[in-house]
Every structure is written in structure tokens, then in C-alpha cells.
């Protein structure tokens, strides 16, 4: 059985208290002291059954993140973008709310987590968010898209390959196409290479220009993640 200081014992029991009687955000609280201030696992067992159970608001979501990503020394807006992503696909018993889920993504945006450009823009050009007041704006999401690639996006590459491929939403454009398939490829997306092999034996067309521009981004992208590291590791 784990023995645990007298502050966090008291602070588990009255957490408990509160959680039994629904008392959640108190809960929240004293959990989340006991977890990061006494370092007690079984409040951070606590804090991960409420996180299952759908019990946290989006704030006390963001704030339980946030703290993990400090651990891991991440940089800001990991913690956006990981509400982000379990308000879309819902975890446990929390419902999806793309609502919610955009407007977390936007922060991760402000932040330039670059996966964050693809989410939104996903939901932007299908018009998935709609049942929840998100109106479809392809035009928005294309510009998500290519800005997500210039911040290093490999899933922003590969999502504009395939529409400038299928032609759905923008006009079809193969040396488009070819181009950010190529950027995907490059970077290992584990499917771009079959998609870009097919559209040049369909088109005919020669695409070296576009593989060399692709291989022009990708360098970009290891460039960017030196600076990056550098920058953190002074």
C-alpha cells in the first residue's frame, strides 16, 4: 500500500470527498495539487479517470497538459492541441465537440504546433464541423494547409497532395499534386510515395522540378528543426 506525506493524504481524502458527491472541479483541484505539488501517483490515477470519464472542462484539460508538457520541457501549445484532439475524436466517455476542438486548435496555431494546421484545416474544408456551428471554408483550409507546410507539417503535405489530386473543393492540379506528395514522401508519410507513383504514371507528366522543390522543403524543414533545437538547448 503506498504511503504518501500527511498534505497529500489530506488532500486525496478531501478530493475523494468532493468527487463522491459530484463536488468535480474541487475535486480537480486538490488532485491536481497532490499531483504536482506531493507528487502522488494514485491523484494522477484520479486525474486520468476523470480525464477518461469526461469530467473535466476544457480549461482543466488544457491546465492538466500543460503540466505534463513542462515536464517533458514541450513547447507551448502541445497542451492546445491535445484538447484539440480529444474534443474531435472524443476519449472515453467525453463526447466530440469540433466547437470546442477548433477553437483549441487555433491556439495550437498561434503557437505553430504544425500538426494543428492540419486538424483544423480538415475540418474547414469537409465541413465536418457544422453540427456544431463550424461553417465550411475550403479556401481557409487550403491556406492552413500550405502554411502548415511551410512550418513542417508532413500530414499538411500529404492532405494538399491528395485534394489538388481528387480536385475536390479546388480545381485538380497534378504539378500541385505532385509537389506536396513529394514534400510527404520525402519526409516519410507512409503513403505519398504509392499516391505520387500513380499520378505520374496517369498524368505522363515528368515531375523532377516538383520532386526538387519537394526535396527543397523538406531541407527547409531540417534546417528549421536545428534552429529550433538550438534555440532550446541555450
Request: glycine content about 10%.
Amino acid at each position: 500500500m503506498p504511503t504518501f506525506n500527511n498534505n497529500a493524504n489530506q488532500l486525496l481524502e478531501a478530493a475523494d470527498f468532493n468527487f463522491s458527491r459530484g463536488r468535480y472541479d474541487a475535486a480537480f483541484d486538490q488532485y491536481f495539487e497532490a499531483f504536482t505539488q506531493e507528487f502522488c501517483d494514485v491523484a494522477q490515477k484520479r486525474l486520468t479517470n476523470m480525464t477518461v470519464e469526461g469530467l473535466l472542462s476544457p480549461e482543466q484539460l488544457e491546465k492538466l497538459f500543460a503540466y505534463h508538457n513542462s515536464l517533458d520541457s514541450q513547447r507551448g501549445g502541445i497542451s492546445s492541441f491535445n484538447v484539440g484532439l480529444m474534443y474531435e475524436n472524443g476519449v472515453g466517455k467525453l463526447k466530440p465537440d469540433l466547437g470546442i476542438a477548433v477553437r483549441y486548435y487555433e491556439r495550437a496555431i498561434g503557437e505553430k504546433i504544425p500538426d494543428a494546421y492540419a486538424n483544423l484545416a480538415q475540418i474547414l474544408v469537409t465541413g465536418s464541423g457544422e453540427p456544431w456551428g463550424v461553417k465550411k471554408d475550403i479556401a481557409r483550409g487550403i491556406e492552413l494547409l500550405e502554411k502548415g507546410v511551410e512550418a513542417g507539417s508532413v500530414q499538411c503535405a500529404y492532405t494538399l497532395g491528395c485534394i489538388y489530386v481528387d480536385g475536390k473543393g479546388v480545381p485538380a492540379n497534378e504539378r500541385r499534386a505532385a509537389y506536396y506528395l513529394g514534400v510527404a514522401y520525402l519526409a516519410k508519410h507512409e503513403h505519398a510515395h504509392r499516391l505520387l507513383i500513380l499520378l505520374q504514371e496517369t498524368s505522363k507528366l515528368d515531375f523532377a522540378a516538383e520532386v526538387g522543390a519537394a526535396k527543397r522543403q523538406v531541407d527547409e524543414w531540417e534546417l528549421l528543426k536545428l534552429t529550433n533545437h538550438g534555440a532550446d538547448g541555450r
